[in-house]
């Protein structure tokens, strides 16, 4: 059962710690889980689990593309290892050794990269991934997720755990906007409608989910009836939400924390046009690089949100 907050407001734990919390509950049961980081266990909120499980936690500093190889051959044995650092680094910088010794391999690794997107505020553009679940989507065999708040990372790290193959996972590090009350349980590819509506589809992932449900309240001041549909899975889409969406709704706005190429407004789009086309429209990067700043101007300045979404909702309805 899902359900929303009445109040969405900062959730007193930060991502990293759900996630790393949530992982060490994991590796309780299953002796098989370990970690490997890249110099960079503070900032992606795995030193507790180093403190829980000392030798099963390898910290082998910065060398990120043979963590990736040394993942494939770990798995190769029957271990689940977990991959840590920045979302850069666990897509641009690895992706060659994560196609080769992990997802070709047919390995079972998990990469999970943290600060993704606008998230990455003061590290500016050289460490602002807008490109990564765009890259991990085209690779085979790879399942792409980005849990929207610590209620549902903490639903979804037992799933990450127990499926096979190649799972990559992007989050922000530190606090976020709670949208789930304790206790809400999710699915692994199967998107949830979290508020409805008749007139529009608002389909968002990561902190774009909380943008899109204030966007849909601005729509609802106007006299528009957004549905807003968190699609916390990219691959695989849950491709049936998106054709009851547009079948029920006649129109689509997808709005992401990363480049709207061949990211979610991608996927979705994708589906659209091969099934039931409705006029859509995307929020997102527009094929720019990041750049240094804090959160709130960034999301003024790359256009994330909701007034962003709510205008884009308004000129898709007028070709609706």
Known sequence: MVKVCEEIKVSPEEMRAAYCNALIEEAKKNPKIVTID?????????????????????????????????AGGMASTGLIPFVHTFAVFASRRIYDQVFMSCAYAGQNVKICGCDAGIAATYNGGTHMAFEDMGLMRTMANITVLEPSDPVMMRSLVPQVADIPGVVYLRMPRKKVYQIYEEGSEFTLGKAEMIRDGKDITLIAIGMEVRQALEAAKLLEADGISARVVDMFTLKPLDAEM???????????????????????????????????????????????????????????????KPEHIAAKAKEVLERK
């Open 38 to 70: 890249c110099d960079l266990m503070n900032s992606c909120g795995t030193k507790n689990f180093m403190k829980e499980f000392p030798d099963r936690a390898f910290n082998i500093g910065i060398q990120e593309q043979n963590a990736a190889a040394m």
């Open 242 to 304: 998106v054709k009851k969406c547009a079948a029920e709704t006649g129109a689509i706005v997808t709005a992401e924390n990363q480049s709207i190429i061949n990211g979610l407004g991608s996927a979705v789009a994708e589906v659209l046009v091969e099934n039931d086309p409705v006029p859509m429209g995307r929020i997102g990067v527009k094929d720019e690089f990041g750049e240094v700043g804090p959160q709130d101007y960034l999301e003024e300045r790359f256009e994330l």
